[in-house]
């Protein structure tokens, strides 16, 4: 089965239903725009076999043109709406990409591709066409997983892949009923939010409120009008809402009966004093609708009190695990009050781990193998070879421990990716690239590291006698302006003497980074 496929099944069971909750727009209705997305695509040149890139944020017009160039035999290239003109135009060379349906805001001068505006009004369907005969062993998607500069990882997806992460998510039937409605704010160029808003909805017939935004009052504005089931964010987001939930009973000298009311919040139902419970909690709850019923956070670790603060009121809270050479989510927790720091749950319906090179604490590498597992880098050789192994396992180089009920717990990355707060990924080894050409820049670490209880990308810099802090610091922010503001490198520190390398001259991060801890490289800005 394709992805298109996958969709006429949702249609055939739930025509009526609502999928795009804010525009009105049934099953069937979502059906139509596609077809009719499909014709405008054909007219402008799109056939079967074409790469076709999306820039855009969470508008209808997003699923409507994925599912039409799926419907045309297109493989999509999914873009990061944070990027440069430079990384896009790298992106689409590399992936052979020449047509990039996106927002005007983010149309410039290029010749490396056309550019269509997304938000076209389509005319009416084509009676001619049909969908394309696509294999699940076609690629659907195409993401860039480390970096959009140097020697990039391009993951192709499968239309199985995608079609067996929709089917691995009846794991969540418990918290799902057709009909429900997901918030949709988590942008859909990235795994998380692609699999939560597009593949989870469409398996259980539930409808998506799409917000291209992250304003907060738009969005608290949305949860009152249209009273989600269930929202998917980021741990940070979770966060920040609990902080301002936490401060707005505080500033109504309330806190110490609301934190005793939730403390003992069954124990109080079991003894008849539900409606003191429900009296409580009901303004906390109404500021999320009402309706609330699950919670999930993905992208980062959750910090146990944030999950707990929630269970408290009641609601059910899953976090997830995954990569987007996983399809986002292939290990999913059960909601439960006292998790364990930093569990992440287990593997999902036809997918298993594997924990590898384990130390005296049980902790080792996790490498994954199942349905949802992508096939190998795009003209790659070199990356496939460290990322498989003989029996097809892929080594996702995080560390993790398993507890004796099989949950697992996260442990750190082997691996130097960065993962900031917001959930999104910086990687060390392009930044290196950029700044490593700086007149006067001998070697240099990138890594992750905290400013003020804020997680950064960092960078340590080996330098010629005579550079300046002043100086360093012009031609980096040059250099950041290669690539995605979130990627910027404004901490650093600088040091005339050689960084640590191995013997084949690789900077050891590890011990640049406990160097830097220890105050042995004191010339930083901050």
Known sequence: ?????FLETAVKKWPDELYL?????????????????AATLYENGVRAGDVIGILSHNIPAFPITLFAIWYLGGTVLLLDTN????????????????????????????????FFDITTEDGAENPKLKPAKLKDTDVA???FTSGSTGTPKVVPLTHYNLVECAHSLLDMREWFEVGDVMYGFLPMYHIFGFAVEVLATLRYGAGVVLQPTVNPKEILADFKKYRPHVIPAVPRLWEVFRNKIIDGIKAKHMWFLFSFIIKNRNLLRKIGLGVIVDKVLKPVLEIFGGRTKLI????????????????????????????TETVGPICISKPCKGRVPFAFGRPTTNNVVEIRDKDADGVGILWLKGNQVFGGYMNNEEANKDAFDE?????????????????????GRKKQVIVLDSGKNVYPDELEGLFITIPGVKNVAVFEHKVKDKTVAYGVFSVEP?????????EIAEKNKKVASYKWVTHFAMTTEDLPTTSTQKVKHHIVRKNLMEGKYPICRE
């Open 1 to 5: 089965m394709n992805m298109f496929q």
């Open 83 to 114: 990027l440069t003109p430079f990384e896009y135009d790298n992106m689409t060379e590399i992936t052979g990409c020449k047509f990039i349906c996106a927002e005007k805001s983010f149309f410039y001068k290029t010749e490396k591709f056309t």
């Open 466 to 474: 005579g550079v300046t802090l002043e100086k360093l610091a012009a």
């Open 141 to 143: 998607t195409l993401s």
């Open 391 to 411: 029996r097809g396992f892929f080594n996702t180089g995080d560390m993790v421990s398993m507890d004796k009920n099989g949950e697992l717990h996260f442990a």
């Open 21 to 37: 909750v804010r525009e009105g727009v049934t099953y069937s209705g979502f059906m139509e725009l596609i077809k009719r997305r």
């Open 296 to 323: 999930i956070a993905g992208g980062a670790a959750t910090k146990p009190e944030i999950e707990d603060f929630y269970v408290s009121l009641g609601l059910g809270f899953i976090q997830g695990y995954g990569m």
